[in-house]
């Protein structure tokens, strides 16, 4: 695991995209230190337009990325729409399919 972490890391120093985090698991991993600079994790507030509220099973309402939940709800689309109700194994089938 450690030389996984260390391999992660050269990446993530090559592409300039070492962050405080970054160097947190370095020090933990005795890796030597970055050769380029450790920006600062970059986040950003979404704005409501990218959200989509959803009510669950339980009536709590969920907040979700727009992008995430139309990629969802177009999978689950495809699934059921391919398999046959109440045919697991078709439905079985419809999955891998998706995922192929």
Not at 2 to 30: F, I, Y
Not at 42 to 64: A, P, Y
Not at 80 to 92: A, E, V, W, Y
Request: charge should be positive.
């Amino acid at each position: 695991d450690t030389k996984r972490a260390l391999l992660a890391l050269q990446v993530l120093d090559n592409e300039r995209l070492c962050t405080p985090m970054s160097e947190h698991l370095r020090q933990r991993v005795g890796g030597p230190p970055p050769r380029n600079g450790v920006g600062e994790i970059e986040w950003r507030r979404r704005e409501k337009e990218e959200h989509e509220w959803v009510t669950n099973s339980l009536g709590f309402s969920l907040r979700l990325n727009k992008i995430e939940y139309y990629k969802e709800v177009g999978t689950m689309h495809y699934i059921l729409g391919q398999g046959r109700k109440d045919n697991i194994p078709s439905i079985h089938k419809a999955i891998e399919t998706f995922i192929r």
